[in-house]
C-alpha cells in the first residue's frame, strides 16, 4: 500500500512538473523590438519626411516605449541607429492599429572606425554591399580617396605620417548613407 501511494505521488509530481513545461512557450523576439538607452529613432513617412528623431531613453521593447499608433493612417520607416548596425523597419498605421511589414524590414551593418596611433582602422560587414568609399581628410582637405571592395568583410588599414599632427576625419560611403569618424593625432 505504501508503493502504490509513493508511485501515485511521484506520478502526481512528475504529471505536474510536465504540464508546467507545457505551459511556456518560447517566442522569437525580433531584435528590431529590443531598444537600448542612448540608441536613435527615426520616423519617416512615405514621402521620406521625418515625422519624429530623438534617442532612446530606456531599455525595452519599442512597441512600449513609443506609441506609433497615434500616427495618421499611412505607410511609416522606422530606423533604430545601434552602435554597429542599423535596423530599419517599414509599418503600416490603418485606423490606430500598428501592423509591423516584417518583409520589408533591413538591417544595415555600420562600419567600425579604430585609432592605433598613427593608423585608421576600418572595418565593414559586407552582408549588405560588397562595396565602400573611403575618403580622408586633414583638416577638412581630402588626402586620400579610395573605392573597396570585398566579399564577406571588407577591412583597410590607412597609415598615417605622424609628424603632421592636426584634425583628421573619416568618411565612408555605403548603403547609400556615410559614416563619419573625426579624430586628432
Request: proline share 1%.
Given at each position: ?38 540608441n536613435?529613432?527615426?520616423?519617416t ?28 493612417d ?49 572595418s ?24 573597396v571592395?570585398?566579399d ?27 559614416y ?6
Amino acid at each position: 500500500m505504501k508503493t502504490l501511494f509513493k508511485n501515485i505521488l511521484v506520478l502526481a509530481v512528475m504529471l505536474g512538473t510536465f504540464t508546467s513545461y507545457a505551459n511556456t512557450t518560447l517566442e522569437a523576439v525580433p531584435s528590431f523590438n529590443d531598444v537600448k538607452k542612448g540608441n536613435s529613432i527615426t520616423v519617416t513617412d512615405a514621402e521620406g519626411a521625418v515625422v519624429f528623431s530623438g534617442l532612446v531613453n530606456f531599455d525595452g521593447d519599442i512597441n512600449t516605449l513609443y506609441d506609433f499608433s497615434q500616427l495618421h493612417d499611412g505607410v511609416y520607416v522606422i530606423e533604430i541607429n545601434k552602435a554597429f548596425e542599423i535596423e530599419v523597419n517599414t509599418v503600416e498605421i490603418k485606423n490606430h492599429q500598428v501592423n509591423f511589414i516584417n518583409q520589408k524590414s533591413e538591417k544595415i551593418f555600420k562600419p567600425v572606425f579604430r585609432i592605433e596611433n598613427d593608423r585608421v582602422i576600418i572595418s565593414k560587414l559586407a552582408l549588405n554591399t560588397n562595396e565602400m568609399e573611403v575618403q580622408l581628410y586633414f583638416e577638412n582637405e581630402l588626402i586620400y580617396n579610395e573605392i573597396v571592395n570585398g566579399d564577406d568583410i571588407i577591412n583597410r588599414v590607412y597609415k598615417l605620417d605622424k609628424t603632421i599632427k592636426g584634425n583628421y576625419t573619416a568618411v565612408v560611403k555605403s548603403n547609400y548613407r556615410q559614416y563619419v569618424e573625426t579624430f586628432q593625432l
